[in-house]
C-alpha cells in the first residue's frame, strides 16, 4: 500500500474516533477548547470547574454543542443540577444526538429532558419541529427546589436506548425505561439547552460528561427485492400449532448481510421499525415484541413495537430501507390461498419460489406443513417458478376527469414508463406518468384534457415491463369515465334467494344506459318500512359497471358457477349479501351517498306454477325499462339455461326493444309454455293518458273464460301483463288458439275493448 494513503486512511480512522467520543470535567476551566463548544457562548461561563448557565434575567433559551457521532454501541453519561423546581417553562434537555448544531431550531435527534409538566427524567425523540416521548420517565421525581441527577444513556448496535437517573446522588442508578427505535441512525452534535424564566437565568449546572460509542457505518445499500417477504400468517384462528399470533417472515436473498437498522415495515394504517442484520440466505419471523418469546423455538425472530395488522382478506405490506427506499412489497389476498378451507384461518400464505419474487398470486400458496406454517425456515411449498409471461392489465379506472389508474396483474418494474407507450382514442394527451400504488401493481396516467361523459375511450398500451423484464406486447383496454347514478340507472336484474341445498344466493345487477358507473362503495340491502337496512357494501375498491354489463353480487363465485356452468365468471363479484329468506323478502341497491337506485320485493309465489321444486331457480327481470314492482316483469329461469343466467342476458330477457303497434299488443303471438323460448307472452299496453281501469281475460275458442289475468287494475300510461299459458286451477291449457279479451274504462265514461289472438303451441 502506498505510504501516503495508509497514513491518510490513520488519520481518517482516528477523527473518526476522536468524533465519536469525548469527555470534560470543565477542570481546565473553559469550554472553548478540548472539546470545543459553542452556540450562545455568552450565556454560560466555568464557575468551580462546573458550565454554568449565566445569562440576563429574561424569558428566553440558550444552548450550547461539540462536535460528537457516537451512537452505534453508545454511552452518555453526565450530571445536571438545578436550583429550582423545574417546570414547562423551566427544563433542561441534553441532546446525545443531534444532526444540526442549534438545539433551538428544527433537528434530527434524541434528548434527555429534565424537568417539565411532569418533573420528570425522561427520553424524547425529535423529527424537525415534531418531539416524541419514547421513554417516559417517573412522573414526579424532579419535584423538589434544587435537585442534582446523574443520568446514563446507552444505546446498542440494534437501535435499543436504556436510559438511567440517579436523582439525589445515591450511587444507585434508577432505570427510567427501554425502547427501540432507529429513526435516526447517524448524529453530528452532542449539546445542552436550557428553556427559562427570568428569575431562572443562573440555575442550571451541568458537568462531567462522559460519551463513548462508534460512528454509525452506513451499509451498502440494498436494491430492489434483495430481502424479501417470503411468508404471512394474517390469520391465527383456528391454530395448528403454530402461536396464536401474526408474523411475516424476511429472506435474505443475497451472499451479503444486510443492516436492517433504521428499515420500516408497514401497511397502508401502521408500521414498525425494523432492526439488527440479516445474514445471507437467512430467514427472520417478524412479530409483535408481545409474541415474541412465543416464536423463539422456530426461529431468528425480531419483535417490533407497531408490528402492523394483518388484514385476513388482504392487504399491502412494504419494506422500506432506512433511506426509505422500497426493498420489497406484497399486496396479498385471501385469494391467494387456492383452498377455501384454509384461507379461513390457520394457514399461512407462502411464497413458493423465492428467485422469482416479482410474482403476486401466482407465486404464493397456503402453507402445507402440518403445523400451518414453516416460520423461520423454507417454505413447506418450495419449488422452480420461474415468470416468462409479461403483465396484464386487470383494469382501467377514470378516478376522475383527468386521472387513470392502471391496475396490473403483478408488480411492474421500478422504473417509469415513457408516454410514448400510451395512447388515448377519442384523442386525450396524457400529461405525465408515475407509479399508482406501494405494491408496484398500478399506474397513475394524468391527462392534459378532461374526459367526457358517455364516450368509450380506448386506450392501447405496449412496452410496459413486470418486475422480472417480461415486455407487454400492444393491448387495447376500453373505459369511460364513471358518473353519478340515477334510479334505475342500475337495476336489480335476477335475483337467486332459494339456493339449492349446498348453493348460495346472488343478486345480478344490470347497467341498461349509455353511462359508466363505480360500484365502490355502493351497498345492497333490505328494503323494510320505506327504508334501506341491513346494508352490506359490494366492495371498497374501484369496481366499474359499464353500459349494458352486468354484475353478480354472491358470498361465493366458485359455488355459482359450480352450480351454473354458463356462468361468465368474470362478471362475478365475491362480496356480502343481506338476509334473503327463501319465501319472500326484499332487496335494495344504493349509492354510497345513500341514494335509492333500484329495489324489488319479492315471493316464491312469482315463480312459475309449472315448477314443482323452485331450489336453485331464479327469478329475472324480463324488462330493464319496466318498473321493479311490477310482478309480470319477473319470471322464473329457464329449464334451458339450466335455471339461472349468472352474469349475461336474461333467458326471459327480449333480445331486442320491443315494438307496440296500437294501443294493445300481443308479443309474441305463438309461444310454447314451459319448454319454449320464450315460455310466455307479453300483453303490452300504451295510451295517450293514464287512469284507464283494466280487465284481462284469457278466453279459449268456445268462448269459456280459463284465466283471468287482471281485475279492475289502475293503468298507467304504458306497461304489459303476462300470460304463462296457464289456466285458474294452475295446469297449463291446451294447444290451440286463444283470445285475449283486453277492456279499459275511464272516469270520463269512456270504454275501450281490445281483442288480440294468441297461440299455444306445443314441440313435437
Known sequence: MDKKIAILILT?????????????????????????????????????????????????????????????????????????????????????????????????????????????????RQSGAT?????????????????????????????????????????????????????????????????????????????????????????????????????????????????????????????????????RLSDPSSGGNLSGTIEPKEYIIVTTTAAKSDFETFGKVLGISGFPTLNNGGDVLVVKDNL????????????????????????????????????????????????GGTPGKQNSVFANKPDLTPPII????????????????????????KISNFRITPDVEIASIQMGNAAYTQLALTLNQALQNEIVYALTVSGIRDC??????????????????????VVINEILFNPRPTGVDFVELYNPTSKYFNLKNWGIGNWE??????????????????????????????????????????????????????????????DPDQVFIDNLKYQDDQHSIFIKDDDGVSLERIDPQSPSDNWANWKSASSTVGYATPGYLNSNSHANPVSIQGEVTVIPEIFIPITGQPDFTEIHYQFDQ?????????????????KQIANNEILGTQGFFRWDGDQEGGSKARVGYYIVWFQVYHSTGKVQTFKKRVVLAAQF
Open 529 to 590: 318500512d320505506d327504508r334501506a337496512t341491513n346494508i352490506r357494501t359490494i366492495t371498497n375498491g374501484d369496481l366499474i359497471l359499464g353500459p349494458r354489463e352486468y354484475r353478480v353480487i354472491t358470498t361465493d363465485p366458485a359455488t355459482i358457477i359450480s352450480h351454473y356452468p354458463l356462468s361468465v365468471r368474470e362478471n362475478i363479484v365475491q362480496a356480502p349479501l343481506p338476509s334473503m329468506p327463501d319465501n319472500e323478502g326484499s332487496v335494495v341497491l344504493i
Open 131 to 263: 418531539r416524541t416521548k419514547i421513554i417516559d420517565g417517573q412522573n414526579g421525581a424532579l419535584n423538589l427546589s434544587t435537585s442534582e441527577t446523574k443520568i446514563r444513556v446507552t444505546r446498542d448496535e440494534n437501535g435499543t436506548w436504556e436510559l438511567y437517573s440517579d436523582i439525589g446522588l445515591t450511587n444507585s442508578l434508577f432505570k427510567e425505561g427501554e425502547v427501540v427505535d432507529t429513526t435516526h441512525p447517524t448524529s453530528n452534535f452532542f449539546g445542552v439547552y436550557c428553556l427559562y424564566t427570568a428569575t431562572r437565568s443562573t440555575s442550571f449546572y451541568f458537568d462531567d460528561f462522559v460519551v463513548t460509542g462508534e460512528v454509525f457505518t452506513p451499509p451498502s445499500p440494498s436494491e430492489w427485492k434483495d430481502v424479501t417477504l417470503t411468508e404471512i400468517y394474517a390469520d391465527p384462528s383456528s391454530s395448528n400449532g403454530l402461536p396464536n399470533a401474526e408474523f411475516v417472515e424476511l429472506f435474505n436473498r443475497t451472499n451479503a448481510s444486510v443492516n436492517l437498522n433504521g428499515w
Open 324 to 371: 426509505g427506499n422500497t426493498i420489497d412489497s406484497v399486496s396479498y389476498s385471501d385469494s391467494w390461498y387456492k383452498d377455501s378451507g384454509k384461507k379461513s384461518g390457520g394457514w399461512s400464505l407462502e411464497l413458493i419460489d423465492p428467485e422469482n419474487p416479482c410474482g403476486e398470486g401466482d407465486n404464493w400458496i397456503a402453507s402445507e406443513n402440518p403445523l
Open 394 to 417: 386487470i383494469s382501467v379506472i377514470a378516478q376522475s376527469p383527468t386521472l387513470l389508474t392502471l391496475t396490473f396483474n403483478e408488480k411492474l418494474k421500478d422504473e417509469i414508463p
Open 12 to 124: 481518517i480512522v482516528h477523527w473518526s474516533v476522536a468524533q465519536a467520543q469525548f469527555t470534560d470535567n470543565f477542570s481546565d476551566a473553559n469550554f472553548t477548547n478540548n472539546p470545543t463548544w459553542s452556540g450562545d457562548e455568552v450565556k454560560f461561563i466555568i464557575e468551580n470547574e462546573q458550565l454554568r448557565l449565566f445569562g440576563p434575567a429574561e424569558s428566553s433559551s440558550a444552548y450550547l454543542t461539540t462536535n460528537c457521532s457516537a451512537i452505534v454501541n453508545a454511552s452518555w453519561e453526565f450530571y445536571v443540577r438545578m436550583d429550582f423546581n423545574p417546570s414547562a417553562s423551566n427544563l433542561a434537555r441534553v441532546y446525545l444526538v443531534s444532526d444540526q448544531q442549534n438545539l433551538g431550531g428544527n433537528l434530527n435527534g434524541y434528548y434527555v429532558q429534565l424537568g417539565g409538566t411532569d418533573d420528570e427524567v425522561s427520553l424524547f
Open 468 to 489: 422480472n423484464g417480461n415486455v407487454m406486447e400492444e393491448n387495447v383496454f376500453t373505459f369511460g369515465l364513471p358518473e353519478t347514478a340515477s334510479p334505475l340507472d
Open 690 to 706: 293514464g287512469g284507464w281501469v283494466a280487465n284481462v281475460k284469457i278466453i279459449n275458442s268456445q268462448g269459456v273464460l280459463i
